[in-house]
Protein backbone atom coordinates (compact mmCIF):
# COMPACT_ATOMS: atom_id res chain seq x y z
CA UNK A 1 0.00 0.00 0.00
CA UNK A 2 1.24 3.42 -1.07
CA UNK A 3 1.53 5.61 1.95
CA UNK A 4 2.52 9.30 2.05
CA UNK A 5 2.96 11.07 5.79
CA UNK A 6 3.67 14.69 6.11
CA UNK A 7 4.99 16.11 9.60
CA UNK A 8 7.01 19.39 10.56
CA UNK A 9 4.48 21.74 10.70
CA UNK A 10 3.50 24.17 13.03
CA UNK A 11 3.43 27.79 13.86
CA UNK A 12 6.24 29.96 13.15
CA UNK A 13 6.74 33.98 13.92
CA UNK A 14 7.70 35.71 9.93
CA UNK A 15 11.06 35.53 9.46
CA UNK A 16 11.70 32.00 11.28
CA UNK A 17 11.99 28.46 9.59
CA UNK A 18 10.74 25.22 9.26
CA UNK A 19 11.07 21.74 8.10
CA UNK A 20 8.45 19.32 6.65
CA UNK A 21 9.20 16.02 6.11
CA UNK A 22 7.36 13.82 3.81
CA UNK A 23 7.68 9.92 4.57
CA UNK A 24 7.15 7.80 1.84
CA UNK A 25 6.10 3.54 2.06
CA UNK A 26 4.68 1.38 -0.69
CA UNK A 27 7.45 2.59 -3.60
CA UNK A 28 10.75 4.47 -4.04
CA UNK A 29 11.60 7.86 -4.30
CA UNK A 30 13.60 6.55 -7.44
CA UNK A 31 10.36 5.76 -8.87
CA UNK A 32 8.16 8.61 -8.07
CA UNK A 33 8.42 12.31 -8.76
CA UNK A 34 7.25 14.33 -5.76
CA UNK A 35 5.33 17.53 -5.99
CA UNK A 36 4.61 19.47 -2.45
CA UNK A 37 1.64 21.59 -2.51
CA UNK A 38 -0.29 24.17 -0.56
CA UNK A 39 -3.39 25.60 0.52
CA UNK A 40 -4.67 28.36 1.97
CA UNK A 41 -8.73 28.82 2.96
CA UNK A 42 -10.72 29.63 0.43
CA UNK A 43 -7.52 29.33 -2.15
CA UNK A 44 -6.91 26.73 -4.99
CA UNK A 45 -4.15 24.05 -4.20
CA UNK A 46 -1.05 25.69 -5.37
CA UNK A 47 2.68 24.15 -6.34
CA UNK A 48 5.32 24.75 -4.24
CA UNK A 49 7.94 23.08 -5.21
CA UNK A 50 9.08 19.36 -6.86
CA UNK A 51 11.67 16.84 -7.40
CA UNK A 52 12.00 13.88 -9.84
CA UNK A 53 15.41 12.49 -9.22
CA UNK A 54 15.18 9.77 -12.10
CA UNK A 55 14.74 12.85 -14.49
CA UNK A 56 17.09 15.21 -12.58
CA UNK A 57 14.79 18.41 -11.89
CA UNK A 58 13.79 20.05 -8.81
CA UNK A 59 11.10 23.48 -9.60
CA UNK A 60 10.16 25.80 -7.35
CA UNK A 61 7.08 28.30 -7.29
CA UNK A 62 8.54 31.82 -7.85
CA UNK A 63 6.65 32.85 -4.65
CA UNK A 64 9.28 30.68 -2.64
CA UNK A 65 12.53 30.42 -5.04
CA UNK A 66 15.32 31.26 -2.17
CA UNK A 67 13.93 30.56 0.47
CA UNK A 68 12.36 26.95 0.29
CA UNK A 69 14.52 23.67 -0.96
CA UNK A 70 13.40 20.38 -1.55
CA UNK A 71 15.77 17.96 -0.80
CA UNK A 72 15.38 13.77 -0.06
CA UNK A 73 16.74 11.06 1.84
CA UNK A 74 16.69 7.88 -0.23
CA UNK A 75 17.80 6.17 3.15
CA UNK A 76 15.06 7.05 4.88
CA UNK A 77 12.32 7.08 1.96
CA UNK A 78 11.91 10.92 2.47
CA UNK A 79 11.47 13.99 1.10
CA UNK A 80 11.80 17.28 2.98
CA UNK A 81 11.31 20.86 2.45
CA UNK A 82 13.11 23.38 4.24
CA UNK A 83 11.44 26.49 4.59
CA UNK A 84 13.42 29.57 5.57
CA UNK A 85 12.43 33.31 5.46
CA UNK A 86 8.73 32.65 6.52
CA UNK A 87 6.04 34.90 5.63
CA UNK A 88 2.34 35.13 6.97
CA UNK A 89 1.73 34.49 3.26
CA UNK A 90 3.19 30.87 3.60
CA UNK A 91 0.08 30.11 5.61
CA UNK A 92 -1.55 27.07 4.42
CA UNK A 93 -2.04 23.33 4.61
CA UNK A 94 1.08 21.75 3.13
CA UNK A 95 0.79 18.58 1.15
CA UNK A 96 3.52 16.03 -0.95
CA UNK A 97 1.88 14.18 -3.22
CA UNK A 98 3.93 11.19 -5.23
CA UNK A 99 3.01 10.70 -9.72
CA UNK A 100 5.11 9.40 -12.44
CA UNK A 101 8.86 10.58 -13.38
CA UNK A 102 7.67 12.38 -16.12
CA UNK A 103 4.91 14.67 -15.80
CA UNK A 104 3.20 17.52 -17.78
CA UNK A 105 3.53 19.74 -15.40
CA UNK A 106 4.46 19.56 -11.99
CA UNK A 107 1.97 22.77 -11.00
CA UNK A 108 -1.04 20.01 -12.28
CA UNK A 109 -2.76 18.49 -8.76
CA UNK A 110 -4.49 16.34 -11.04
CA UNK A 111 -1.06 14.27 -12.59
CA UNK A 112 -0.10 13.15 -9.03
CA UNK A 113 -1.44 9.47 -8.00
CA UNK A 114 -1.15 9.73 -3.98
CA UNK A 115 -1.49 12.55 -1.33
CA UNK A 116 -0.42 12.71 2.13
CA UNK A 117 -3.10 13.61 4.83
CA UNK A 118 -1.51 17.72 4.89
CA UNK A 119 0.19 19.54 7.85
CA UNK A 120 -0.45 22.56 8.82
CA UNK A 121 2.09 25.62 8.52
CA UNK A 122 0.94 29.22 9.89
CA UNK A 123 2.94 32.14 10.06
CA UNK A 124 2.32 34.66 12.18
CA UNK A 125 3.15 38.66 11.67
Known amino acids: EVQLVESGGGLVQAGGSLRLSCAASGFTFDDYAIGWFRQAPGKEREGVSYVSKRVGNTYYADSVKGRFTISSDNAKNTVYLQMNSLKPEDTAVYYC??????????????????WGQGTQVTVSS
Open 97 to 114: AAGPSFLRSWLMPGEYDY
